[in-house]
């Protein structure tokens, strides 16, 4: 991609320089025929690379969320995380043992 990006602008330069210096477009074609070329490494360039996430990624994106219980649920990518029905009752009742409450 960036060698074809390099003949795009090359081949501007060259063909405004060479029709300045001689002033005739036949060897300002020198120019675009390079032009040309950049222009077509470019698109196959960007036509043969893949535009998708890359799978070798060692970080997916990851998602924390908690509830109104102060239950935490992890997401990675689709897949959700979340706790098992125990794990939620024994943290509901450690919830319950620890908040204190005012006897009369």
């Known amino acids: 991609m960036t060698k074809g990006i ?3 602008f090359l081949g501007i ?4 320089f060479l029709w300045v210096l001689t002033e ?10 390079i ?15 893949p535009h998708k996430k890359k799978k070798d990624d060692p970080f ?6 908690q509830d109104e ?4 649920s992890m997401k ?3 897949i959700e995380l979340g706790r ?8 509901n009742i450690k919830n319950n043992i620890d908040t204190p409450y005012n006897e009369e």
């Open 6 to 8: 390099k003949n795009i």
């Open 84 to 91: 098992n029905k125990e794990a939620k009752e024994t943290q």
């Open 60 to 65: 997916p994106p990851t998602r924390i969320n």
């Open 69 to 72: 219980n102060g239950v935490r």
């Open 35 to 49: 032009f040309c070329m950049g222009l077509g490494q470019v698109l196959i360039a960007y036509t043969t690379t």
């Open 24 to 33: 005739e477009e036949g060897l300002a074609a020198i120019g675009f025929l």
């Open 76 to 78: 990675i990518e689709n």
């Open 13 to 16: 330069g060259l063909g405004v």
